[in-house]
């Protein structure tokens, strides 16, 4: 989940590429989301791992 958050928020921002095909505009428009959705998966799998028992 750390690793999907930490890639999400590289492709939301710019820093990784993900080509969007021309037919498909919602991709883009779901790619725009990544820059929140990122950070929050991120935050969320610090959380889960913090509260995980041992």
Do not use: E, H
Not at 2 to 19: E, H, K
Not at 31 to 52: D, E, H, S, T
């Amino acid at each position: 989940m750390l690793c999907a958050g930490a890639w999400m928020t590289a492709v939301g921002f710019g820093y990784v590429d993900l080509p969007t095909p021309a037919n498909q505009p919602w991709l883009g428009d779901l790619v725009r989301q990544f820059k929140w959705m990122g950070p929050l998966l991120i935050l969320i799998a610090i959380v889960l791992g913090v509260a995980a028992p041992s």
